[in-house]
């Protein structure tokens, strides 16, 4: 089973960037649709972003198109999230999640079946 592991959060000024990684383990990551959630104190779980297998296809939450985006490194067994002008509400813990499950892109959490640990993001107004 792949497990998941989420770096790169942190504090940043809005306006700012952050970059968040999710390293992979296991020989099948290129099997697996990946996105990125997050969820704020109070607030349920959000879709980000989703990526495909290959990397060639994406999809974004409304709240983060032209803002944030997404990729994959199979070869590195990594996804990454690229986040630029990041703002006050975009303040959240980011999940990296795998989904074994379906080969389409899926933004809904329990289509997602690995969750890494979380990663936090303050953005600070």
């Known amino acids: 089973q792949v497990q998941l592991v989420e770096s790169g959060g942190g504090l940043v000024q809005a306006g700012g960037s952050l970059r968040l990684s999710c390293a992979a383990s296991?020989?099948?990551?290129?099997?697996?649709?990946m996105g990125w959630f997050r969820q704020a104190p109070g607030k349920e779980r959000e879709f980000v972003a989703a990526i495909n297998r290959s990397g060639g296809s994406t999809y974004y939450a409304d709240s983060v198109k032209d803002r944030f985006t997404i990729s994959r490194d199979n070869a590195k067994n990594t996804v990454n999230l690229q986040m630029n002008s990041l703002k006050p509400e975009d303040t959240a813990v980011y999940y990296c999640?795998?989904?074994?499950?379906?080969?389409?892109?899926?933004?809904?959490?329990?289509?997602?079946?690995?969750w890494g640990q979380g990663t936090q993001v303050t953005v600070s107004s």
């Open positions: 296991g020989r099948t990551f290129s099997n697996y649709v």
């Open positions: 999640a795998a989904s074994t499950l379906y080969y389409t892109l899926r933004p809904r959490p329990r289509d997602y079946d690995v």
